[in-house]
C-alpha cells in the first residue's frame, strides 16, 4: 500500500483528534493485518469508492470509546456508550473521514466515502478488504485507536 494512501488518514485523525478532544495523538509502530483479526470492542467502519476503493476501520476498546466520546461532548463523563455517546464516535469517524477525502483532493484522488458505521460488541472479528489492512496504532492518553486502513 502506498504512503500517499495512508498518510491523509492519518493526517486526517490526528486533525480531528487535535480539534475534537485537544489532544495530539501518538503514533505507534505499524504493522500488517491479514484476513480475520480481532477487532476492539467498538469498530467504526468507513467504505472508500472513487479513484480508491477499500475501507477504513477505526477500532478501540469501550473504555477508550467512552473517553474520546467524554472529550466530545465536552468533558461530560460517559459511564456507559448509549445512544448519545455512540453519535459522538460515529462523528469522529465521519470527521477523519471527511477530512481524509480533503487531503486526498490535494494530492490529484477524488474518493467518496460512506457514512461511518458503528458496531459494538465483545470479540468482534473484521476482515480486512482483500485480506490485508496496514493497522495504525495512535495512543491517547494511555488509550489506543488502531486505524485499519485497506485501500488499493
Not at 35 to 51: E, F, H, L, N
Not at 83 to 92: G, P, Y
Request: glycine share 8%; aromatic share 8%.
Amino acid at each position: 500500500m502506498k504512503a500517499e494512501y495512508v498518510n491523509p488518514f492519518l493526517e486526517a485523525f490526528d486533525n480531528v483528534a487535535q480539534q475534537v478532544i485537544n489532544i495530539k495523538p501518538e503514533k505507534g509502530k505499524l504493522y500488517v493485518k491479514e484476513g480475520s483479526t480481532k477487532s476492539g470492542d467498538v469498530a467504526i467502519t468507513i467504505g472508500v469508492t472513487g479513484d480508491l476503493s477499500g475501507s477504513v476501520v477505526l477500532s478501540m476498546s469501550e473504555e477508550a470509546a467512552k473517553f474520546i466520546a467524554s472529550k466530545m461532548m465536552f468533558g461530560m463523563e460517559v459511564k456507559e456508550l448509549d445512544d448519545m455517546a455512540k453519535s459522538a464516535i460515529s462523528e469522529l469517524g465521519n470527521m477523519v473521514a471527511g477530512n481524509s477525502a480533503s487531503f486526498f483532493v490535494n494530492i490529484g484522488k477524488n474518493i467518496n466515502i460512506t457514512p461511518p458505521s458503528l458496531y459494538t460488541g465483545k470479540n468482534m472479528t473484521i476482515y480486512a478488504y482483500k485480506g490485508k489492512a496496514l493497522c495504525v496504532p495512535m495512543h491517547i492518553e494511555n488509550k489506543t485507536i488502531e486505524i485499519d486502513i485497506s485501500v488499493s
